[in-house]
């Protein structure tokens, strides 16, 4: 990989990426995977989503091969809930829920986060303006859903408006029917990485994501980072990409083939 900009015009399991995978053979890696729509497929509410167990016994053979993390834009506390399986480490609210050497950053996230909900009453305005817009709090950030909005598209369009007048001014970060309010000390998902690789002490990482909030990984064009989109998009700036979630214990299972034959080498990258 180089640093211009790719398109996600790579099939994973097409020769060119069976290629980009085969070069992690021998690395000290960290596999790292977004949670809805990556490792859990997406559901109507945020609540109902839950990790197949196909995904969970892929993740679990993976265990002592290589570091595993999994960054994802819920709370740190639910993808524990949800996740069922162990992993070496767990960040959530896109990248500052849980991102170790962080707790200062963590604890202003958690005070604007707050103020926010107070200035939007409980989420009381948002359903004025449709009943089916749902705000979710997520103690470090917050997201407002309206996948189950009356009409999805005039929601989209007038809820901008309702987050320009919180102060401080969040960041929005757009998703399948949500938007995300970060707070201004919030990291992104691509800081949250680089942090684990160096935690890792990683020589080499593979991410796997679906949104929009994963493109802050996808763009870091780091040359021993392999970066996989659920989907094809030719403007995302992943590497490869992968038909559907349903597709992820293969690439696991392919990623094990080439952390195995390395032997010992590749068993020290956990540790």
């Known amino acids: 990989m180089n640093g211009a900009s790719p398109a996600t015009t790579l099939y994973a399991f097409s020769k060119e990426g069976t290629q980009a995978l ?3 053979r021998g690395r000290r890696l960290l ?26 016994a892929a993740l679990d053979r993976l265990r002592g091969l290589c570091a595993t993390a999994v960054i994802s834009g819920r709370s740190r506390d639910d993808v524990l809930n949800r996740l069922g ?25 958690v005070a604007v986060s707050q103020d926010w909900r107070a200035q939007l009453r409980g989420g009381e305005p948002l359903r004025t303006l449709d009943p089916g817009i749902m705000l979710e709090d997520k103690h470090v950030s917050l997201s407002v859903h309206y996948r189950e909005a009356r009409d999805s598209a005039r929601a989209c369009a007038q809820l901008p408006a309702v987050f320009a007048a919180l102060q401080p001014a969040p960041r929005i970060v757009t998703g399948k029917m949500v938007f995300n ?20 002490k990683a020589r080499a990482g593979l991410y796997v994501g679906d949104d929009v909030t994963d493109e802050d990984v996808f763009r870091l064009h780091q040359p021993d980072l392999l970066t996989v989109r659920i989907g094809r998009d030719d403007t995302s700036q992943a590497r490869l990409y992968l038909r ?3 597709e992820i214990p ?22």
């Open 22 to 24: 085969r070069r992690l």
């Open 31 to 56: 596999a790292a995977f977004d949670f809805d729509g990556t490792l859990a497929p997406i559901a109507l509410r945020p609540e109902q989503v839950v990790t197949p167990p196909g995904v969970r």
């Open 85 to 109: 399986v162990h992993v070496d480490y767990i960040v959530g609210n896109h990248g500052i829920d849980g991102l170790p050497g962080a707790e200062r950053e963590t604890a202003e996230c």
């Open 181 to 200: 309010l970060l707070p201004p000390a919030a990291v992104d998902k691509g800081t949250a990485m680089l942090r684990l690789l160096e935690l890792a």
């Open 244 to 246: 559907a979630p349903s």
């Open 250 to 271: 293969r690439l696991i299972d392919a990623l094990i083939v080439e952390l195995s034959a390395t032997g010992s080498q590749a068993r020290s990258a956990a540790h």
